[in-house]
């Protein structure tokens, strides 16, 4: 069993949806939850504290630990803030949750740039100001546990969203890197990949459907996660009780001889590049290099 007993956890976004199961779900393991929300609508508008103080309250009555906190995720003086405020109040943090996000769904063609815009900003860079403002104290704790939110639409596209999509896929690559930067320090970086019933998917599924998708379904595998045992730029996708792991391979491929010609080459061997047998899952950028430079009959260190 998980217990994330005298941890202490920041869940942005967790007044309601996802991020108030993953809210409820580590107190109950444990931690000591700051339940970070701004309470804005779905599309990012408006202001509301009572979503947060409601999680909070909930926390408190069941026996855990909690405080609110409605900092805007996109303004990192207001993240830094919170960071100092958590670090007054319980002396460290531990786990960090970056769930926090909007949507502003059109086809490309119809899509403004300021929605555009808006979408990178709360979802990529409100998750960079939080990273990057609990980073250090991580490192010199030498434990954390960093979660960021991607999702299928980032992983495989989905129409009518793509700032979302380029936001998501954005996240991944971030916990590439800051799980190799963190790893020597035991900050460790994944990504959950949500399939769950928010008001993001309301009046898009059927009820049965939305009803087997509860959030509170998504949580366990957040949970794994930030535990003591986590591990390290893993994406887990969850929903309707079903758990599986995303990667991002890379196929064996062809190696072209000097003197061809490499056009016709690759025209005509597209099928065996793109052929999935035997791909595998790069251990950082580096290998694509390494894999290439192997294939060309040219020694690579390591």
Known sequence: MISLKNRV???TGAGAGLGKQHALLLA??????????LGSNVNGTGQSHEAATA?????IANGGEAMINTASVTDYAQVEQMVQDTLAKWGR???????????????????SLDDFRVVMEVHLMGAVNCTKAVWDTMKAQKYGRIVMTTSSSGLYGNFGQSNYSAAKMALVGLMQTLGLEGEKYNVLVNSIAPTAATRMLEGLMPEDSLKALSPEKVSPALAVLVGENAPNRTILC??????????????KGIHVQDGSNLVNEVHNQIENILDMQNAFVPVNGLQQGD???KKAGLLVKG
Do not use: C, Q, Y
Not at 55 to 59: H, L, Q, S, W
Not at 93 to 111: E, H, P, W
Not at 240 to 247: K, P, T
């Open 238 to 251: 969850a929903g309707a009780g079903s758990f599986e792991a995303a990667n991002i391979t890379m196929t």
């Open 55 to 59: 999680v909070v309250n909930e926390i």
């Open 93 to 111: 943090i531990d786990i960090l949750v970056n769930n926090a996000g909007i949507l502003r769904d059109k086809t490309f063609s119809k899509m």
């Open 291 to 293: 894999h290439e430079l």
């Open 28 to 37: 109950k393991l444990g931690a000591k939850v700051v339940v970070n929300d």
């Open 9 to 11: 956890a920041i869940v």
